[in-house]
C-alpha cells in the first residue's frame, strides 16, 4: 500500500508528544511540551491508580484461567480434558495469560495486574492519538474525564477479563490510524479486533475502511493491506470450525449472540447511564463539538492545516455500532461492563481537547460531574443482583469472598459454594467416577473422574480436577446446555437452563439413576443423542481430531454453529429421531 502522504508531511502536521528520554533528562523541554506530556500521563497514572484500590478477579475470568491451566497442561485449548470446547471469548487474551503461566507466573494475579498495566497504557495512548489529531497544540483533558468519573470502568481495570486488552487495543489502533500509517504492520494491527473480542470486529471493519479513506491506495495496495488486516483473524477462523466445530465461541452461541432483545438492551443501557447522569458530560461535550471554532473539535485549524477529519469520526462511527450491537442482543448481566468499549470509542476524539475557551469550559464542566459521580454517585442495589438481572459483579464478590480485593476465590462468606467445593473433592478422594449436579443430584458417571455441573462456572472449574469435567447447566463450557433453545426468564445470558435429565442422560451411568429423575425421559434423552444433530454435534466435540474430522467440522460449522434443540426430552427425541 502507497500513502499519498510524505513522512515528513505527517511529523510536520502531528508531531509526537515528548519522549520519556527527554522528559527524564530535562533539558530544552518547554512547558508547553511539560502540559502536552501530563495531560496523557496523568489520565493514565489516576486510572492505575483506581483500578488498583478495586482490583478483584470475576468468576467469569477463572474460566480464562482453567483453559489456560489445560494448556499448560498439555490438553489444549479447552476447557475439560476430552471435549474440544472453546469457553474464552478473548482469544488474545486466553494466549497473553498462556504466556504468563509458561514462567510459572500465578494465572489469577496476572490476569489481574496484566489487565490493570493494558488498562493504563490503553488511557496513555488515548491522550496521545488525541494530541496527534490536533497537532502541536496545548491540551485539556476532556473525554478522559468522563471515563475517569464512572466507577464501571474503575471496577473493570482489573476484573481478570479482557477489558483492559480491549482498551489498549483500540487506543492503539486509533492512534496507528491518526498517524494515516499505510504499513501492513497497521493494517494486521488494526485487523486483531476479532481477536480480542467477536463484536470488536465492528470496529477492525470502521478502522480499516478508514485506513483506505485516509491512504487511497492502489489495487494492488489494498488487496495487500485486506490480507494483512485478515491474515490472523481468518487463520484463526480456520482453526476455530476444524477444532471446535463452530465459528464463533461457545459463550457466543448460549447467550444467543446473533437474536435481538431490543427492551432488554435499552433496559441494560438505561442502568448504565441513569445511575451516573451520563447526560451531563454528554450534553458538555457537544457543546465543545458546537462552540469550538470552525464548529466541530475536530475542524480545529492547527498551525499546519486542519485535523482530519476520518480519524476523528471513525471511533464515532465503531463506537455507535458497538453500542447498537449490544443494545440489540439484550446487553450483558455485568453493569456497565460491555458499553465500555463503545463509550471510550466514542470519546477518542475529544479525549484531549485543544486549549479554546468552550474547552476550556467543559473541561472545568465535567471536572465538576466527574468528581460528583466518583464521590457519591451509585447504582441503587450495589454488591447486589438488581431486579433487571444485571449485578454490580465486583461487589457480589467482594460480599461472597468477604474479601474487599477478591482476586484468589474462597467464598468464605458463600457458604453454598464452599460446600460445592467440599463436595467436589470428597467425591475425588473416593476415586470413583462420580457425577454432581448443582447440590441435588448425585450418580456414578460414565467418566474417569468428577464431572460437575455447577452454576458459577469460573468456581466449578477451579475445583474440578483437569482431568473431570466442569460442566454448566447455561451452556457456556457445555455445548449440550449452549444448543439447548432458551427458556426465557432468566437474566441476560443466562436464560438457558438444561435440565438435569440430560446430563443424566449424556454423563451418567445407565445403571445408576438416581431418585427424582423420570426413567422414560433419561430414556428419551439417551436417544436422541444418538440421533441427527445431537449426535453429530457430541462427534465434532469428542471424537479424536483426525484430519478427516477436522474437515468435517470446518464443512460443517455454519449448520452445527446454529443448531438449536428442545430441552423436554420428548420433544427433542421426537424432532431430531422421527419414528426411527
Not at 476444524?242 to 465461541?249: A, I, K, Q, R, T
Not at 446473533?258 to 457537544?286: K, N
Request: aromatic share 8%; glycine share 12%; hydrophobic share 50%.
Amino acid at each position: 500500500m502507497t500513502s499519498t502522504y510524505s513522512p515528513a508531511r505527517r511529523r510536520r502536521e502531528v508531531p509526537p508528544p515528548s519522549s520519556f528520554p527527554e522528559l527524564l533528562a530535562g533539558r530544552n523541554i518547554s512547558p508547553q511540551a511539560w502540559l502536552r506530556t501530563a495531560v496523557w500521563m496523568i489520565p493514565a497514572l489516576v486510572v492505575a491508580f483506581a483500578g488498583f484500590q478495586r482490583r478483584w478477579m470475576a468468576d467469569d475470568a477463572y474460566i480464562y484461567v482453567r483453559t489456560v491451566r489445560q494448556i499448560l497442561a498439555g490438553n489444549g485449548p479447552v476447557f475439560n480434558a476430552g471435549e474440544r470446547v472453546e469457553s474464552s471469548t478473548g482469544t488474545l487474551w486466553q494466549w497473553l495469560l498462556v504466556a504468563a503461566g509458561l514462567p510459572g507466573a500465578d494465572l489469577a494475579t496476572a490476569a489481574v495486574y496484566g489487565g490493570l498495566l493494558l488498562t493504563a497504557v490503553g488511557f496513555a495512548l488515548a491522550g496521545i492519538g488525541a494530541l496527534r489529531l490536533y497537532g502541536d497544540r496545548a491540551g485539556l483533558p476532556l473525554g478522559s474525564l468522563v471515563l475517569l468519573g464512572l466507577p464501571p470502568v474503575w471496577d473493570f481495570a482489573t476484573s481478570g477479563l479482557e477489558t483492559g486488552l480491549a482498551t489498549c487495543w483500540i487506543a492503539g489502533a486509533w492512534l496507528a490510524l491518526s498517524t494515516r500509517s499505510a504499513s501492513l504492520v497497521t493494517s494486521l494491527l488494526l485487523g486483531l479486533g476479532p481477536l480480542v473480542r467477536p463484536d470488536l470486529g465492528l470496529v477492525s471493519a470502521v478502522f480499516l475502511a478508514a485506513q483506505w479513506l485516509l491512504v487511497r491506495p492502489t489495487r494492488r495496495g489494498t488487496l495487500a493491506g485486506v490480507a494483512s488486516a485478515v491474515a490472523l483473524p481468518g487463520a484463526y477462523e480456520i482453526f476455530r470450525a476444524g477444532y471446535y466445530g463452530h465459528l464463533v465461541p461457545l459463550p457466543a452461541v448460549t447467550k444467543e449472540a446473533a437474536q435481538s432483545l431490543w427492551g432488554r438492551g435499552f433496559g441494560y443501557l438505561g442502568d448504565f447511564s441513569m445511575p451516573y447522569l451520563l447526560w451531563v458530560p454528554a450534553l458538555l461535550v457537544t457543546a465543545v463539538l458546537l462552540l469550538s471554532p470552525g464548529r466541530w473539535a475536530w475542524r480545529v485549524t492547527a498551525p499546519h492545516g486542519r485535523v482530519p477529519l476520518v480519524p476523528a469520526l471513525a471511533p464515532l462511527v465503531a463506537g455507535l455500532l458497538c453500542w447498537l450491537y449490544v443494545i440489540k442482543i439484550g446487553g450483558d448481566f455485568m453493569h456497565g461492563r460491555m458499553l465500555l468499549p463503545g463509550l471510550l470509542l466514542m470519546l477518542l476524539p475529544v479525549f484531549v481537547v485543544p486549549v479554546t475557551r468552550a474547552g476550556a469550559l467543559a473541561a472545568v464542566g465535567v471536572g465538576v460531574w466527574a468528581v460528583v459521580c466518583a464521590g457519591w454517585l451509585r447504582i441503587p442495589y450495589g454488591g447486589q443482583v438488581g431486579p433487571a438481572g444485571i449485578a454490580d459483579e465486583r461487589g457480589v464478590y467482594i460480599r461472597h469472598n468477604a474479601d474487599a480485593h477478591p482476586i484468589h476465590h474462597t467464598f468464605a462468606g458463600a457458604p453454598w459454594h464452599v460446600a460445592h467445593a467440599h463436595e467436589v473433592r470428597e467425591a475425588e478422594r473416593s476415586g470413583a467416577p462420580t457425577l454432581l449436579w448443582g447440590d441435588h443430584l448425585r450418580m456414578a458417571a460414565d467418566s474417569p473422574s468428577v464431572t460437575a455441573s455447577y452454576a458459577v462456572l469460573g468456581w466449578n472449574g477451579a475445583v474440578v480436577p483437569l482431568n473431570g469435567a466442569a460442566l454448566d447447566s447455561i451452556g457456556l463450557a457445555y455445548p449440550l446446555a449452549a444448543h439447548s433453545e432458551r427458556v426465557g426468564g432468566g437474566r441476560v445470558g443466562h436464560d438457558k437452563q438444561l435440565p438435569a435429565t440430560w446430563l443424566a442422560a449424556d454423563r451418567g451411568d445407565p445403571a445408576d439413576l438416581p431418585p427424582g429423575l423420570d426413567p422414560a425421559r433419561v430414556t428419551a434423552a439417551r436417544r436422541a443423542l444418538r440421533c441427527g444433530a445431537l449426535a453429530e454435534l457430541r462427534s465434532a466435540t469428542r471424537d479424536p481430531l483426525t484430519p478427516g474430522r477436522f474437515l468435517r467440522n470446518v464443512a460443517g460449522s455454519w449448520e452445527r454453529t446454529t443448531f438449536r434443540f428442545p430441552d423436554d426430552p420428548m420433544a427433542a427425541e421426537r424432532e431430531l429421531c422421527g419414528g426411527r
